[in-house]
């Protein structure tokens, strides 16, 4: 049975989202991409599409809609629209992953929203939960949920689905915890993606935290030789757990990034995100750790290898990329990350 069903990841990576969704979900028919989600359409099994790996979450589309007030009528609105939506082909594919406990079903509703409107994400969540209740007489239980209903309000378009993924990707998936800084798994995943591992042999990420870029490689490109290193003991603590949870081939290494334990042109790819300088660290540590960072990256990096960075630090970043007589910018990417606006580069050694 077909289904539309959207994704939220990151924004910018739609086109790693659109390219993976074809990849393993090969049936599939790509319907279009909006800042920080896919829609599609189907025929896998509910179970399938949380193989998705570059996402957050995964949602069947119950109905959207062009149009809405601003204003307090546009609280009428969504409840009216709410009230005509049929949830239960969503709350169905729900069921195939987290059995109701009850019959009916409990639900809960999520509400985001984003433009000028007079009325707040709660206010949304209400009114859809008001259209719910109204249309199918499901009792709310904000804890203990069968069905998760969300409501994406973006300037006057409303889009209603039923959500299928439980939690999103920073802890959803192998995790035993997570770290200072640590990266959510869906954009690790989607930093290897960029960095075409089918045909590599070895990716080192030289500042690995919690090992989630190097998890997420091993577990997805079996073939590869995956290191991740750390200066921090407790990252590599956490490292270590995370990886044995998995099961993920990955050799942990506690190094300073600067001076890699590695020989000249000993690797293919490196992938890495590295130090913001905002929650961890600061830009003046920044300052004095990315000249001698990136020097040593090249070194190791074997002519015609790829190197895929995510950092905040672009001015700092392209500065000493463009100073490398070895390493150039193939490509950037901007992307939405927990608030801020770091880029993902794609560094080809020469
Ligand atoms: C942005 S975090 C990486 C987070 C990681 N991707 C994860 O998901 O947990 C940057 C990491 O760089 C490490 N780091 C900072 N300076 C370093 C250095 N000189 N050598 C090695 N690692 C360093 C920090 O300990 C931190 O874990």
Request: with cysteine; hydrophobic share 40%.
């Given at each position: 049975?077909?289904?539309?069903?959207f994704v939220t990841l990151s924004a910018?990576?739609?086109?790693?989202?659109?390219?993976?969704?074809?990849?393993?979900?090969?049936?599939?028919?790509?319907?279009a991409a909006d800042s920080g989600k896919v829609f599609?359409?189907?025929?896998?099994?509910?179970?399938?599409?949380?193989?998705?790996?570059?996402?957050n979450h995964?949602h069947?589309v119950a109905a959207h809609l062009d149009g809405i007030d601003s204003g307090a009528q546009g609280l009428e609105q969504i409840e009216a629209l709410a009230s005509a939506v049929?949830f239960?082909?969503?709350?169905?594919?729900?069921?195939?992953?987290?059995?109701?406990?009850?019959?009916?079903?409990?639900f809960r509703v999520t509400g985001y929203r984003s433009g000028e409107q007079e009325y707040g994400s709660m206010d949304v969540a209400a009114r859809v939960g008001a259209g719910v209740v109204a249309r199918?007489?499901?009792?709310v239980?904000l804890?203990?949920?069968?069905?998760e209903i969300v409501a994406y309000l973006t300037d006057d378009r409303l889009l209603m689905g039923t959500r299928?993924?439980?939690?999103g990707?920073?802890?959803?998936?192998?995790?035993?915890?997570?770290?200072?800084?640590?990266?959510?798994?869906?954009?690790?995943?989607?930093?290897?993606?960029?960095?075409?591992?089918?045909?590599?042999?070895?990716?080192?990420?030289?500042?690995?935290?919690?090992?989630?870029?190097?998890?997420?490689?091993?577990?997805?490109?079996?073939?590869?030789?995956?290191?991740?290193?750390?200066?921090?003991?407790?990252?590599?603590?956490?490292?270590?757990?995370?990886?044995?949870?998995?099961?993920?081939?990955?050799?942990?290494?506690?190094?300073?990034?600067?001076?890699?334990?590695?020989?000249?042109?000993?690797?293919?790819?490196?992938?890495?995100?590295?130090?913001?300088?905002?929650?961890?660290?600061?830009?003046?540590?920044?300052?004095?750790?990315?000249?001698?960072?990136?020097?040593?990256?090249?070194?190791?990096?074997?002519?015609?290898?790829?190197?895929?960075?995510?950092?905040?630090?672009?001015?700092?970043?392209?500065?000493?990329?463009?100073?490398?007589?070895?390493?150039?910018?193939?490509?950037?990417?901007?992307?939405s990350?927990s608030g801020l606006r770091?880029?993902?580069?794609?560094?080809?050694?020469?």
């Amino acid at each position: 049975m077909s289904r539309e069903l959207f994704v939220t990841l990151s924004a910018g990576l739609e086109e790693v989202t659109g390219q993976e969704v074809i990849w393993r979900l090969p049936d599939s028919r790509l319907l279009a991409a909006d800042s920080g989600k896919v829609f599609f359409s189907s025929d896998a099994s509910p179970e399938d599409t949380l193989g998705l790996r570059s996402v957050n979450h995964v949602h069947v589309v119950a109905a959207h809609l062009d149009g809405i007030d601003s204003g307090a009528q546009g609280l009428e609105q969504i409840e009216a629209l709410a009230s005509a939506v049929d949830f239960l082909p969503g709350a169905f594919a729900s069921a195939e992953i987290n059995p109701w406990k009850t019959d009916p079903p409990t639900f809960r509703v999520t509400g985001y929203r984003s433009g000028e409107q007079e009325y707040g994400s709660m206010d949304v969540a209400a009114r859809v939960g008001a259209g719910v209740v109204a249309r199918h007489g499901w009792p709310v239980d904000l804890e203990s949920y069968d069905v998760e209903i969300v409501a994406y309000l973006t300037d006057d378009r409303l889009l209603m689905g039923t959500r299928l993924t439980r939690e999103g990707s920073l802890h959803r998936r192998h995790r035993v915890g997570v770290g200072k800084s640590t990266l959510k798994a869906s954009v690790a995943f989607s930093l290897c993606w960029l960095a075409d591992l089918h045909g590599a042999q070895a990716l080192v990420d030289p500042l690995c935290g919690a090992a989630t870029i190097p998890t997420e490689a091993a577990l997805q490109w079996p073939h590869l030789d995956v290191i991740g290193g750390d200066r921090s003991a407790d990252e590599l603590d956490l490292a270590r757990r995370n990886v044995e949870l998995t099961g993920a081939a990955v050799s942990l290494c506690r190094w300073d990034c600067r001076e890699l334990p590695l020989a000249r042109s000993s690797v293919d790819r490196i992938v890495s995100d590295l130090p913001f300088g905002r929650r961890v660290g600061s830009h003046q540590k920044n300052v004095h750790l990315y000249p001698r960072m990136v020097r040593e990256m090249g070194r190791v990096l074997e002519p015609g290898g790829l190197m895929v960075a995510l950092t905040l630090e672009r001015k700092l970043f392209t500065r000493l990329i463009d100073r490398s007589p070895v390493l150039h910018i193939e490509r950037v990417i901007g992307i939405s990350l927990s608030g801020l606006r770091p880029s993902v580069y794609l560094v080809r050694r020469g």
